[in-house]
T-cell receptor, first 114, second 109 residues
Framework: NAGVTQTPKFQVLKTGQSMTLQCAQDMNHEYMSWYRQDPGMGLRLIHYSVGAGITDQGEVPNGYNVSRSTTEDFPLRLLSAAPSQTSVYFC?????????????FGSGTRLTVV | QKEVEQDPGPLSVPEGAIVSLNCTYSNSAFQYFMWYRQYSRKGPELLMYTYSSGNKEDGRFTAQVDKSSKYISLFIRDSQPSDSATYLCAMTRNNDMRFGAGTRLTVKP
């Protein structure tokens, strides 16, 4: 059971380039989300999805796009990278509903935009 | 003002000490309260979650929620060097989970 898998682990982009951060989970979780983690800011929600075909914006969505065509995959797209998007990105998933709201996180993607 | 406030520390204690970590929040709509532990260069992992005010114990860890004061705490008894990590509080309303900035803890042998 792999849990939540993120690729790549590290990436350096030039300003203006685009790229897709991949996230896949094998736990059949309905809910998936993307966070960014910056020093002193904690984790901030970018986008989330409650199921295939359904996405919504979080706290800091600007500059990012998502789609959810399958239950397993939730890619995050940076349309035109900016230095302000230098961060560590985490994908997380959990079952929708239930008595617990524990998230399973991936190991993160460290992105540097130069 | 952030919705969830957490002292970033760093906090350094000797092995065997009792550790107290705290968060305050401003939005009374938060329903579930969690603590995550994050080792360096790893993703956060869930330690404990609670729904109602009161205490919840799991081994050396106790989570405490006071909804009237909008204050949550995590206590670690008999702290070990392996507890050295960043501890993040988190809380949810519907599908929105908000995190504190995290407190970096070092337990010295």
């Amino acid at each position: 059971n792999a849990g939540v898998t993120q690729t790549p682990k590290f990436q350096v982009l030039k300003t203006g380039q685009s790229m897709t951060l991949q996230c896949a989970q094998d736990m059949n979780h309905e809910y998936m989300s993307w966070y960014r983690q910056d020093p002193g800011m904690g984790l901030r929600l970018i986008h989330y999805s409650v199921g295939a075909g359904i996405t919504d914006q979080g706290e800091v969505p600007n500059g990012y796009n998502v789609s959810r065509s399958t239950t397993e995959d939730f890619p995050l797209r940076l349309l035109s990278a900016a230095p302000s998007q230098t961060s560590v990105y985490f994908c997380a998933s959990r079952p929708q509903g239930g008595t617990g709201y524990g998230y399973t996180f991936g190991s993160g993607t460290r992105l540097t935009v130069v | 003002q952030k919705e969830v406030e957490q002292d970033p520390g760093p906090l350094s204690v000797p092995e065997g000490a009792i550790v107290s970590l705290n968060c305050t929040y401003s939005n009374s709509a938060f329903q579930y309260f969690m603590w995550y532990r994050q080792y360096s260069r790893k993703g956060p992992e869930l330690l404990m979650y609670t729904y109602s005010s009161g205490n919840k114990e799991d081994g050396r860890f106790t989570a405490q929620v006071d909804k009237s004061s909008k204050y949550i705490s995590l206590f670690i008894r008999d702290s070990q060097p392996s507890d050295s990590a960043t501890y993040l509080c988190a809380m949810t309303r519907n599908n929105d989970m908000r995190f504190g900035a995290g407190t970096r803890l070092t337990v010295k042998p």
